[in-house]
Nanobody
Framework: QVQLVESGGGLVQPGGSLRLSCVVS????????MGWYRQAPGKQRELVAG???????NYADSVKGRFTISRDDNRNTVRLQMNSLKPEDTAVYYC????????????WGQGTQVTVSS
C-alpha cells in the first residue's frame, strides 16, 4: 500500500509564502511522475506543478515565477514553495504520485487547505 501525507497548508495574507510537503511511503516502485494539483470551490482540479517522467518540472501559467517544485528522492518527498500568494491561489492542494513504468498506478494525498486572505 502507498500513502501520501501532505503538510504545510494554512492561512496566509496576500503576498505571503507557504511551503507544502508531501511524503510518500509504502511499497514504492519506480516513480514515474509526481506533482501538486489544486481544486478551488466550484472548479475542476488542476495541475499546479509537477515533474514529468523525464524529470523536467512544469508549471501552470498562473503560478510561473511564484511557485517552485522540488523533490528529495532519498526521502520520497516532493515540496511546493509558494511565494507572492494571491487570493486566487486559495484551494485544497493535493499531492499526486504515479508509480510504475509500463503499468502505471496513480495515488493521491488527502489534500491540504491553502487560504490566502487578508
Amino acid at each position: 500500500q502507498v500513502q501520501l501525507v501532505e503538510s504545510g497548508g494554512g492561512l496566509v495574507q496576500p503576498g505571503g509564502s507557504l511551503r507544502l510537503s508531501c511524503v510518500v511511503s509504502g511499497s514504492i516502485s519506480s516513480i514515474y511522475a509526481m506533482g501538486w494539483y489544486r481544486q478551488a470551490p466550484g472548479k475542476q482540479r488542476e495541475l499546479v506543478a509537477g515533474f514529468t517522467s523525464g524529470g523536467n518540472a512544469n508549471y501552470a501559467d498562473s503560478v510561473k515565477g511564484r511557485f517552485t517544485i522540488s523533490r528529495d528522492d532519498n526521502r520520497n518527498t516532493v515540496r511546493l514553495q509558494m511565494n507572492s500568494l494571491k487570493p486566487e491561489d486559495t484551494a485544497v492542494y493535493y499531492c499526486k504520485v504515479v508509480l510504475g513504468s509500463i503499468s502505471l498506478t496513480h495515488y493521491w494525498g488527502q489534500g491540504t487547505q491553502v487560504t490566502v486572505s487578508s
